[in-house]
């Protein structure tokens, strides 16, 4: 959790640096570029000043203005006499100041809104005070002190949203003044249902007892901090005043995609803090209003009144994860830890992009530090890789722990092709977030074979980018899940999740080999491929593991009821869909064939290339899907990844000029239509063809529903056991 954060604080400090630099006036820059072409011809008037032989003035005049001949170091202070005279004042260099300007507002201005926030909650939407013992509904503010007491947190204060009329509760605040607010529909909860009051409570204790909500309120206002900072380096990018407008406007576009990013991924952090504040919420010893067990059932039954209103749907842009996998966390803790395969294509994303931002400008970077005193002029070069390590050993920590929770939660050797196939996918995952992070870098022309590039690992092996990118993936992956395997054989779950953690620190630091120090490249890379061969070696040989190994269980609630989501079309129409979603497929296969042996021209055909293979990828997991709900969800994936790949083609050959006019732009949006309609109908069949032996078992008239169908425990009302009780103070 707390690596998470430090690696998107890195990453957001990197984006300040790194539009810090480029952030001069037109004033500076004109100063600097008239110095530097009257530089070299004063250079050469000064020497020709001096005494020399005859022989050495020839030489001189031959030899070229730039770069200026070496001058003696004892005329070094006639030398500077002489420019001030006949050269134009130089700039004073002030891109340590920018760089310390936009760290402040980023530091500053991030810990103002931190501790702001609580305020501005509780003003923005009106929230009224509940006090236990006095003013409206004690009872309430009684009920959460008490649930904080057991629970073991400090919570400052129970407030009251009456303009949300959902069953519902926040916790929001900051460093010891947290607090509680609960909308108007938990009271009617509290009246009829108090076994539920109390686990949605407890939930919400379970983001503050496990500092979910201080990471989470910081690394957010120190976001906002920097959405404020790109702000005003856009309007300066356009005011007219800017040195290299069009260049900084262009590196203001591709940081606000770097935000995006960073909200993205930390929404797939939120989620996962869901499913652990959830195992909170039904932990724990026995209360007044029940134990564990009865626990789990109110909060699934909450579960399966949250699914009948909202469908099951669940983007991957939202803080909640989908309810599904609530329900599948509920049943089986393990999987509240696993690393989904969003989260590893954005973690590749977010580390690949910001250190290609810090690398572009790290020539920047050691000026100024040659000017602070903290560099010495031979270090100087035109890549400084070493600044890679900050985001590059987060990165790792977040892989290596993330993929041993995977394989925790999958059932570890013993869940065989589960295992295999889920470590496949977070593999595929990766290597399209490291795409995207090297397709999205703005200081230079995608698909050069760049210093920065060819400083990665695999640049001796081969010069595909797109190959070198999938090997490093796929051997990352395989190599931590060879340790992992080998860590929950031998090691507590505890010390697991460290050790696996901390070789994911070695193997991301051997991404950029010249980046470590010295001439230990070659020690850490025999050390990452040692361990992985012996991890392998234990392995492969019988012996005793731990009996708690939990088996592997599907992501999905137990049992789900389904319905025949089968095409209305048959026949011919049928076979031309299949048809059709076979070319597509085929399709993709070359065109991911071709990604791994050619660089992409541009980002746009990298996206038009993905998008199709993303396509058909989804749309096969829509066909393999558990439930009509799920099937429905990753249809629409499907069809955004379609939309995005039609799109790019469009304005790629736009710009080549090759589809001028918007009939071309029709006909391609009318092809795809037709592609997805298509590919609707082949993954319905398909769908239809897997679930036909349960057809039989549900009746027609069975309400369509995303979750399983259990014993719903009797209402508040009817049944003795689940007599409504009050508490002392409680009004009618």
Known sequence: MFVRA?????????????????????QEDDASMAYSMCMPGAVRQFQLTLPM????????????????????KNDGPALKRYLDVHCPKPPVPRGGLRV??????LGVGGFFLYWLSPYWQILYHRLLRLRPGSGYRPDLADAVFRLADDAGVAVHGVWLNSDDYTTNAVAFGHWRRRHIELASGMVKRFDKDLDTFEVIVRHELGHIRHRDLDITQGVTAMWKAFIVLLAAASCFAVSGDAGDGMYLLRLSFHLALLICLLYAARNAFLQSRELHADAFAVRGG???????????????????????????SGLPFGTHPALQRRRAALRHPALAGELSVWEAALNGCVTLLAV?????????????GRRLGFLE??????VYTWLALPLLLPAGAILGAGIRHTVTAWGGARGGRAVMGRLALLALGLYAGLCAGCALHPSQTYGDRSVQLRSMWWSPVTDALGLGLALTAALSVLALALFALVCDAVCGPRAASWWAGAYGVLVTATWFPTALPGSSAPYVRSVVIGVALLSSTFLAFPHRRPGNTPAPVPLVPQKPVTRTEAPSVTGLRLLLAHAVTAAAAVGAVIVAGRLLVETP??????????GLVCYVGVLAGAAAAPHDAEFRRRFRYAVVCLVLSTGAAFLKASGDGALPGVEPGLLLGAAAVGVALAGRVSASAVYAFRHRHRQATISPAAVPSDVATQPRPAGPEGKPRNRHRRTAGQHR
């Open 6 to 26: 430090l690696l998107f604080c890195v990453a957001l400090v990197a984006a300040a640096v790194t539009i810090a630099f480029p952030a001069t006036t037109s």
């Open 53 to 72: 032989s005859p022989v050495k003035r020839e030489i001189l005049y031959q030899a070229p203005v730039w770069p200026p001949q070496p001058v003696a």
């Open 100 to 105: 310390g300007l936009a760290l402040g507002i």
């Open 286 to 312: 026995a209360t007044r209003t029940g134990q564990g067990e009865e626990r789990r059932r109110s909060l699934d039954t909450f579960f399966v009144d949250l699914a009948a209103g909202r469908d099951g």
């Open 356 to 368: 290609n931002l810090l690398l572009g400008d790290s020539y920047d970077i050691m000026l100024t």
């Open 377 to 382: 002029i031979d270090t100087l070069r035109p």
């Open 601 to 610: 021209d541009t980002p746009l055909v990298l996206v038009t290339a993905s």
